[in-house]
């Protein structure tokens, strides 16, 4: 399960441009300081999975598509504005949200659980609708 969490992690950073080093270097940085203070516009840990369950599936369904990864790269970003719109947010709200629930590891260990979970339904369901065609 852990591998799992480790391998979305490594998606999400992709996705979004973030190094790990740049990623370590700054969760370092969140956890050594004082300041504890959310963000006005912090996404809720449920609107947080939604999106990144959004995220990952859509990565996953352009990955499947055969064509170059610059191609890709310009595919994923149309289909991430309009991942952020449907869930009412935008780009840097959802990278403040994730940097925040980022330094506080019991709450990011339960919003990556809750996405798991939701992407194994997520898994059940296409198989079953598999099932009965």
Known sequence: MKYRLVRLLKRLMTAFGIPLCLLASGLLIEACSN???KPPDLLTQDEMVKVMGELYLSEQKISTLGI??????QVFAVMKERIFTKAGTTDSVFKRSLNYYMSH???IEGIYTALIDSLNLHEQQMIS???KK
């Open 35 to 37: 300041d504890d203070q």
């Open 68 to 73: 170059k990864r610059d191609s890709l790269k």
């Open 105 to 107: 590891p019991k709450v």
């Open 129 to 131: 609708n598999e099932v």
